[in-house]
């Protein structure tokens, strides 16, 4: 690359690989900004379709394009609620945006790490108390807090024992 940087851990493997003297590359899908935290079949395709070409190998991808459309429809669903394009329709009712994050929330998964991340840090929090802003941070990072907010809410709870 000219300029610029590769973040996450396509970034450190390549890190790691220079300073160690081995060549290495990185194929990158680019995404729209607002659609960081979803999972992009779209860009995926793209890259798995260059990287086939230079392996010369081909492989079926049409499930792929076909969850790229998919996904592409409901984020264009989306956007075209929050254009807003006449004054008389009025603002989103919360029902429709509730609609609209189901909808998006059924097409997109947490990554496992993240996934893993919030349990480590549920068990960190029921050991000390203090671990709950941080998983509350990751919460409202991943747009997941309604999904665990019973679950979040329990930490708090008075433990029954005979003290209580």
């Known amino acids: 690359m000219a300029d610029g940087q590769i973040s ?3 970034g450190l493997y390549l890190g790691i690989a220079k300073r160690e003297g ?4 990185c194929l990158l899908g680019e995404i729209p900004l607002y659609t960081i935290q979803i999972e992009n079949p779209k860009a995926s395709a793209c890259v798995l379709k260059t990287f086939l070409a230079v392996l010369g190998i081909t492989v079926d991808l049409d499930e792929l394009y076909r969850q790229s459309h998919n996904v592409e429809d409901e984020i264009n669903k989306l956007l075209d609620y929050l254009k807003l394009q006449t004054p008389s329709a009025g603002p989103i ?3 429709e945006v509730e609609k609209i994050k189901k909808s998006l929330g059924q097409l997109t998964r947490l990554p496992v790490s993240v996934k893993e991340r919030i349990e480590r840090l549920f068990l960190e929090a029921q050991a000390d108390s203090r671990k709950a802003n941080e998983l ?3 919460l409202d990072k991943w747009n997941v807090y309604k999904d665990y907010e019973d679950r979040f809410l329990d930490l708090f709870k008075k433990k029954k024992d005979g003290n209580n």
Do not use: A, L, P, Y
């Open 136 to 138: 509350k941070s990751q």
């Open 22 to 25: 081995i060549d290495g590359f």
């Open 8 to 10: 996450g851990m396509n």
């Open 93 to 95: 009712q919360e029902e």
